[in-house]
């Protein structure tokens, strides 16, 4: 593939990776949550240390309370039911994040654990060390790819039942959001393809402009035929004149027309002749080119 291909999918890589070793959003919400709540139990008293008179100089730590006003004492027991549900909430998620994490471990070790074996073999072969060789190529190496291949059954299973992918799977999705970041176009327009949306064009064009059937299937026919290649690449795509009273849906057909091809209404512009009809404001044309 194109070196720009290559550099995408490294991309995608690295972000799905960074994404497993990284806490989910919603453990990370209630830690962020939890110690909110915790700056404010703190807030609401105060941990004393008194040393004792006897020799042994034991350190007891008094918790008292700082504020002592109803109001206060009552926060502070709201706050500390609330540390409780969180831990509650957080007890399950971690151990379910931990659990995927340390499968996906496992996997990685065999892995590397099998491409390790390869070399020696590889070395082996060189050395000419028979009895080596064919000790990791038909013994070690076929038992690690076993063990392998259960844990990444268990893995596909687990993930079948939760109705979704793996953590460490790399799909179209976590692509197209790279491209996305660098090209600022909508993951959804780099999902679908091309073909369908000339399919649907004329169909989406009447979805939103009612009542301009001719309009529509002229502006249709006219970008299929651009980007069937059929037209002339000299020319521009199309010229068209729309022409009636206001609310006809001129201006809606080409913003409509610039969301489906550019995935915004504001891909355009817009030069209102009523705005020029003066001589003198046509300067104002001309420093706009």
Do not use: W
Not at 129 to 134: E, K, N, R, V, Y
Not at 154 to 177: M, Y
Not at 245 to 264: E, H, M, Q
Not at 269 to 280: G, L, P, T, V
């Amino acid at each position: 593939m194109p070196d720009s291909a290559i550099d995408l999918i490294d991309e995608a890589c690295a972000n799905v990776r960074v994404a497993r070793e990284t806490s989910p959003e919603a453990i990370d919400t209630l830690e962020r949550r939890k110690l909110q709540l915790q700056v404010e139990i703190h807030a609401l008293s105060v941990c004393q240390l008194i040393r004792s008179d006897c020799p042994c100089s034991v350190l007891i730590c008094i918790h008292l309370q700082r504020e002592r006003d109803d109001n206060s004492r009552e926060r502070l027991k709201i706050a500390q039911k609330d540390v409780a549900t969180i831990d509650d909430q957080l007890a399950p998620l971690r151990a379910a994040y931990e659990l995927e994490n340390q499968r996906g471990k496992e996997i990685a070790n065999v892995r590397r654990r099998i491409d390790e074996l390869r070399a020696k073999a590889d070395e082996a072969e060189r050395r000419y060390d028979l009895a080596t060789a064919s000790d990791l190529r038909y013994y070690a190496i076929p038992d690690l790819q076993k063990s392998l291949a259960t844990l990444e059954k268990a893995l596909e299973e687990e993930d079948a039942k939760k109705g979704g992918v793996s953590a460490d799977t790399v799909t179209p999705e976590a692509i197209a959001e790279v491209v996305a970041r660098a090209t600022n176009i909508p993951v959804g327009r780099l999902l679908s393809t091309e073909k369908e949306k000339l399919i649907k064009l004329e169909r989406t064009l009447a979805n939103t402009v009612v009542g301009q059937p001719e309009a529509v299937k002229a502006v249709a026919n006219a970008i299929r035929l651009n980007r069937s290649g059929l037209s002339n690449e000299n020319r521009p795509i199309a010229s068209f004149l729309f022409a009636g009273p206001s609310g006809t849906g001129k201006t809606l057909l080409s913003k409509t027309l610039a969301n489906i091809l550019f995935d915004s209404p504001d891909a355009m512009i817009r030069i209102d002749a009523s705005e020029y009809s003066e001589k003198h404001s046509i300067s104002r044309l001309v420093s706009l080119n």
